[in-house]
């Protein structure tokens, strides 16, 4: 079955960088594109952009440019998302997110909460 | 880029039907796709519309989508409310240049 794994909570300081991973089984992972989605405490749900498995090239939403990096490592089924001069503002849990069935957001990871606090 | 706006929050009985409406700032409802997700508490969301008024398989037909021209909205529907359908939902859309949009979730409480 589909599965999309990611990793642990992350406690991290403000400056510092922090990547996420999501591991992906049960499906070719290079067929099918890997968006990712922030929400943000109490909040709603923000697309951040997405990584083509195939080619490797990323898109990023508004907002979402700079300081974040989609990446792929496809020996492994694995896509990463990492942010760099966290801020407390980056506090979110961030989910990985692919398109298997129906073109759109149809499996989701588990989210990974990154807290961003001195 | 557009904006999708949704009730902050909607309620209702068990056994009622509830609407929840998304409408779109700009550009045509109807020129992109939209969808819904459910996120229950502590949970990842999950699909239950797709392309306006698809229903993903093993979600129940209770669940019902519409787009309305007019209006520049989509709609979700949930008839035979059970307290097990109470969650945050959440509108998604995109534009030409494949930008998605969610709109800022609605949350529905069953009493």
């Known amino acids: 079955q589909v599965q999309l794994v990611q990793s642990g909570s992350e406690l991290k300081k403000p400056g510092a960088s922090v990547k996420v991973s999501c591991k992906a089984s049960?499906?070719?992972?290079?067929?099918?594109?890997m968006n990712w989605v922030r929400q943000a405490p109490g909040q709603g749900l923000e697309w951040m952009g997405w990584?083509?498995?195939?080619?490797?090239?990323?898109t990023y939403a508004q907002g979402f440019t700079g300081r974040f990096v989609f990446s792929l490592d496809t020996s492994v089924s694995t896509a990463y998302l990492q942010i760099s001069s966290l801020k407390a503002e980056d506090t979110a849990v961030y989910y990985c997110?692919?398109?298997?069935?129906?073109?759109?957001?149809?499996?989701w990871g588990q989210g990974t909460l990154v807290t961003v606090s001195s | 880029n557009f904006m999708l706006t949704q009730p902050h929050s909607v309620s209702e009985s068990p056994g009622k039907t509830v609407t929840i409406s998304c409408t779109r700032s700009s550009g045509s409802i109807a020129s992109n796709y939209v969808q819904w997700y459910q996120q229950r508490p502590g949970s990842s969301p999950t699909t239950v519309i797709y392309?306006?008024?698809?229903?993903p398989s093993g979600v129940p037909d209770r669940f019902s989508g519409s787009i309305d021209s007019s209006s520049n909205s989509a709609s979700l529907t949930i008839s035979g409310l059970k307290t097990e359908d109470e969650a945050d939902y959440y509108c998604?859309?995109?534009?030409?240049?494949?930008?998605?949009?969610f709109g800022g979730g609605t949350k529905l409480t069953v009493l």
């Open positions: 049960g499906y070719t992972f290079t067929s099918y594109a």
């Open positions: 997110a692919t398109d298997i069935l129906t073109g759109y957001l149809d499996y």
């Open positions: 998604q859309s995109y534009d030409s240049s494949n930008r998605w949009v």
């Open positions: 990584i083509n498995t195939n080619t490797g090239n990323p």
């Open positions: 392309e306006d008024n698809q229903r």
